[in-house]
């Protein structure tokens, strides 16, 4: 299928996100470039139509010159978004757009790119039982078949119970499945490193070496997938070399030099729920379809400071709580994210009428559709109440805690 496409040059500011989604919404298939992508870059796109975000009257101008002989349709969108009527105008009567773009095209288009980059090739799949890394199982899965190893890599960062539950949801499945223990290898390369930045480029590249050693041990491999989405290119900033918001691991945090032909990457232009409507295309179980997210670098961008075993479990007991009791109060499919945040900050405390100095412990949970913009979820007094609770009783090593009620933006939804 040659899918009609809309793009969105970039110059610059945040609204660049929201239009690309709002765009897509009203089933026109749209993609974000740089507001200074050349005249022959925008006509490999070959769009319908063009809109211009977050540039001044002058951008816009210079370049509405410098592309003339495209003779597309332009909609300048100055400050925040155009109103929706004034959006679907554009693309129905400007653009002629067909309104036609759906999941379910969509998926036969990405199974067929990825015959075609990969051919009779071997694909090493980065599988961490999410739903982007599922997602492209079931892709590659549909697209190659035996041709694909799906490796699901422990790095000690994970939550309470998690490696042992990915394990027995993607073992007995009909694809060649390794589990690699590599947390002490993890922690080594990460000890005293504070920077979250550096936290993330590690963990990355350490990745890249276990993928490659293991893709040594099964034969040759040529290809490596990744479940990278595009709000991970669009915060990695890689849309116009500016607007870094942080470096995802399997973006910005990827080395340079990579062992293998190159990166297969099938869902990078899709936004998390658009992942997740394809997931139940491709008829994965609602349990995974419906799957929080938990970021690739794991619970080391959720510790702040220094990562240590210690910090760790104390870290994997408190996130297990509140994770427990969202889920009693019948929370968690209301809430798009919800997990625990070790700070660095330690603070008075009493136990038996003894002083203590112990940790504070962030509770974060938000609402969004597409995680470019969330606002923070109203949970009840009463279930935080039970949450600090069970936190302060059951682990030892946390005697506060407190709850993040900071929406995106202009905070992000982790902490590093």
Request: charged fraction near 30%.
């Amino acid at each position: 299928m040659d899918k009609q496409k809309v793009v969105i040059l970039d110059f610059g500011k945040s609204v660049k996100q929201l239009t690309a989604r709002r765009v897509r919404d009203m089933k026109v298939y749209s993609e974000l470039m740089a507001g200074a992508s050349t005249l022959d870059d925008i006509k490999k796109a070959s769009p319908i139509g063009l809109i211009f975000t977050g540039g001044t009257a002058g951008d816009y101008t210079s370049k509405e010159r410098e592309l003339s002989e495209l003779s597309l349709p332009i909609m300048k969108v100055f400050g925040s978004e155009p109103a929706d009527i004034e959006l679907e105008s554009f693309l129905t009567e400007k653009c002629r757009a067909a309104h036609d773009w759906n999941m379910r095209q969509y998926a036969e288009v990405l199974v067929e790119e990825i015959r075609q980059q990969v051919g009779d090739n071997k694909v090493l799949l980065a599988l961490s039982g999410g739903v982007d890394s599922s997602v492209c199982a079931a892709l590659l899965s549909k697209a190659i078949g035996k041709n694909l190893t799906c490796i699901l890599v422990n790095h000690g960062l994970m939550r309470k119970n998690e490696p042992q539950e990915v394990q027995d949801a993607f073992r007995d499945k009909d694809m060649n499945f390794i589990y690699k223990d590599a947390s002490d290898r993890f922690l080594a390369k990460l000890d005293g490193v504070t920077d979250p930045e550096k936290k993330r480029k590690i963990i990355g590249e350490e990745f890249i070496r276990v993928f490659e050693e293991e893709a040594g041990k099964i034969g040759k491999v040529d290809y490596l997938a990744q479940g990278t989405i595009y709000p991970d290119i669009i915060e990695s900033g890689l849309i116009n070399g500016e607007g870094l918001i942080k470096s995802h691991h399997n973006v910005g945090g990827l080395p340079e030099n990579i062992g293998f032909k190159g990166l297969v990457e099938p869902i990078k232009l899709l936004f998390k729920d658009e992942v997740r409507a394809l997931g139940k295309e491709l008829g994965l179980p609602e349990s995974i379809v419906t799957r929080q997210p938990f970021p690739g670098p794991g619970l080391g961008v959720r510790i702040i400071g220094p990562i240590t075993k210690e910090k760790l479990d104390i870290l994997r007991d408190a996130d297990y709580i509140f994770r427990d009791e969202v889920a009693k109060a019948g929370m968690a499919q209301d809430i798009s994210q919800y997990f625990v945040v070790l700070t660095d900050t330690r603070s008075t405390g009493v136990d038996r009428d003894t002083r203590t100095y112990k940790y504070t412990a962030a509770l974060r949970a938000i609402i969004s559709s597409d995680f470019m913009t969330a606002k923070w979820a109203r949970i009840p007094f009463d279930v935080l109440e039970k949450v600090s609770e069970r936190i302060t009783t059951e682990v030892t090593d946390i005697s506060r805690v407190v709850y993040d009620i900071t929406s995106k933006p202009p905070s992000t939804v982790e902490w590093e």
